[in-house]
């Protein structure tokens, strides 16, 4: 009987580990793990990102605007200048918009503080919700500790979706 409960256990952490998976910045490599989750989407990702700085994340979501996968992002404003992917992606034909301050005014809250990614369909067929503190920029890749955790759930993908929709003012979602 001991034995069936040690089983059962090793099966529902089997099966929780293959759902959701944590990762810690620096050692994680957090824009190593967020570039593998845009490289392997086939369908579209929704993004919503305070602070967004890191080349190597927005050279992924170019491609995967190439090989035909829908990319949309809402950005705060600070991540609009010149230099910065946003604007470089919102050239090149992504989605990218910037949040509309006005709204979070109306709302009674300061900022747009949002990290959080979505994945219709990856390599498995599966949706995903990739969040946490991590914001897309090379210092909180490389010093900061930072934290991301990636749900696989239909529901958490559902729940953040609909917050992106609110927060998008053309509501495009495909």
């Avoid at 604007?87 to 990290?115: P, T, W, Y």
Wanted: glycine fraction near 6%; include cysteine.
């Amino acid at each position: 009987m001991i034995k069936f409960f040690i089983l059962l256990g090793l099966f529902a952490a089997a099966l929780y580990s293959e759902t959701i998976k944590t990762y810690f910045s620096p050692n994680d490599h957090l824009d190593q793990r967020l570039i593998e989750l845009i490289d392997g989407e086939k369908c579209a990702i929704y993004g919503a990102v305070y602070s967004f700085t890191n080349q190597k994340i927005g050279s992924a979501l170019e491609r995967a605007k190439e090989r035909g996968v829908h990319v949309q992002l809402i950005c705060d404003s600070t991540a609009f200048e010149s230099r910065y992917p946003a604007s470089k992606l919102a050239k090149k034909g992504i989605q990218v918009e910037c949040f509309d301050g006005e709204l979070e005014k109306k709302a009674n809250r300061a900022l747009m503080h949002h990290k959080f990614c979505l994945f219709k369909e990856n390599q498995q067929g599966k949706k995903l919700v990739w969040t946490g503190s991590y914001n897309w920029t090379y210092k909180a890749s490389k010093k900061n500790a930072e934290n991301a955790v990636v749900f696989q759930d239909e529901k958490t993908y559902d729940a953040f979706l609909q917050e992106f929709k609110q927060m998008s003012k053309k509501n495009v979602i495909r």
